[in-house]
């Protein structure tokens, strides 16, 4: 089995791989029939040489490969024919900036496995960069909070070599005592909450963060069965909540009433209810000022995300009352950073991590036939055509919603 690590060719450019050097070098030592060819690239997170220095080929050959591994979506005039591919397609919510690709997937007969559908047996997420994104998302959000009231300049994390030089920064920081809020458990929330833990915040309880003052900075973190309850008054549980969210309503306006910063890094549910409107924002005891939406869903669940920001100009203002961008600056205007490619701020990182996963979870399936099934769920298309899993987004690709 020969496997292809491809060039990012999507912009802005991604410095992001699959497998990393040291991860390279695992795959070959465990798996005696692979071959690894490294397709050469001037932006990636590690050089051609630290491939080849590693005993890793480094070559124009990806033709030759069986499976082509990479990050963002390929472009379509670089996608090769009859070849299985893995990378983020961002097709699966039927996203209409896709649709060609998706199309020309098809078109090309080529297998396509998206990392967001790797699962296990019990249909659990098993390769994702999440992590990364709430570790840089949490770090993002204090240097916009620093900006927004003149307090601290932090260095961009982009300009930084790792999580660990990331929280020495942050431990260097004054703050007021402010509440912080976290929203979220899982990969998201918890990279968001190493930082947190990292640079010395106290945690509170729910009861402690709704009832208490403090004379120093602290946060708490919440779930969806903390921040939304059910409408007929009975005690909800989160499993009743993501099996029936329409019967919920938030409960998280009790929270904004106290919170200074939020760290949003939940997973919101279609179906579900948005934490907070631009209703709520509007009213006058509304406190949040700043706020890091890791989630990043446009026009949703947070109400003053209205866009995505970028790593170059990563935080806007949003005026409550016109409910429009401004400078985050004014005094009013609370603080949104709303990068929506988090992880690759710290590429290395994020790669090194994605690759430990990748070769747990997904490279063995090459080779014992796939017992347990990680590849048939994850695979999109077949022999020029959709999955059966995958069958609901024919009338997308079709051009029909």
Do not use: W
Not at 210 to 219: D, G, R, S, W
Request: proline share 5%; glycine share 8%; charged share 30%.
């Amino acid at each position: 089995m020969k496997f292809g690590i491809i060039r990012e060719r999507k912009n802005p450019p991604d410095k992001r791989v699959v497998l990393s050097p040291l991860a390279c070098q695992k795959v070959l030592k465990s798996h005696k029939k692979a071959v690894l060819i490294v397709e050469p690239s001037p932006i990636r997170a590690y050089s051609d040489d630290m491939y080849k220095n590693l005993g890793v080929t480094v070559a124009d050959e990806m033709a030759d490969c069986d499976v082509l591994l990479g990050v963002k979506e390929v472009p379509i005039d670089a996608l090769i024919p009859n070849k299985k591919y893995f990378f983020f397609s961002h097709t699966i919510k039927k996203q209409p900036y896709n649709r060609d690709l998706l199309q020309a997937v098809l078109d090309k007969n080529i297998e396509l496995y998206d990392h967001e559908v790797i699962t296990n047996k019990l249909e659990q997420r098993v390769v994702a960069f999440g992590r990364y994104a709430g570790i840089v998302g949490a770090y993002n959000g204090f240097r916009a909070y620093g900006l927004k009231f003149g307090l601290f300049n932090l260095p961009k994390a982009n300009d930084l070599a790792d999580q660990e030089a990331l929280i020495a920064e942050l431990k260097k920081l004054r703050l007021p005592g402010i509440k912080v809020l976290l929203t979220g458990r899982g990969r998201v929330g918890n990279g968001a909450r190493e930082m947190l833990d990292g640079m010395g915040i106290r945690r509170v309880t729910i009861s402690e963060y709704l009832e208490e003052t403090f004379n120093e900075p602290v946060y708490c973190q919440i779930d969806a069965g903390e921040y939304n309850k059910r409408k007929d008054g009975v005690r909800g549980t989160k499993a009743d909540f993501f099996a029936n969210p329409a019967e919920y309503k938030s409960n998280f306006f009790r929270f904004a009433k106290l919170t200074d910063f939020y760290i949003a890094g939940h997973f919101y549910g279609q179906g579900s209810p948005y934490l907070f409107t631009r209703e709520d924002a509007k009213h006058p005891d509304f406190k949040i000022r700043v706020v890091a939406d890791v989630s990043c869903d446009i026009d949703g669940p947070v109400a003053t995300t209205i866009r995505p920001s970028t790593i170059a100009e990563p935080i806007y203002g949003y005026d409550a009352v016109s409910e429009s961008e401004t400078d985050f600056k004014h005094k009013e205007a609370i603080a949104v950073m709303a990068v929506d490619n988090l992880p690759c701020e710290l590429p290395r990182d994020a790669s090194e991590g994605f690759g430990e996963a990748f070769i747990k979870n997904v490279i063995p399936a090459f080779f014992n036939e796939d017992k347990d099934g990680v590849l048939q769920r994850a695979r999109m298309t077949q022999n020029g055509k959709l999955t059966e899993r995958f069958a609901y987004l024919q009338d997308y690709v079709d051009g029909k919603e």
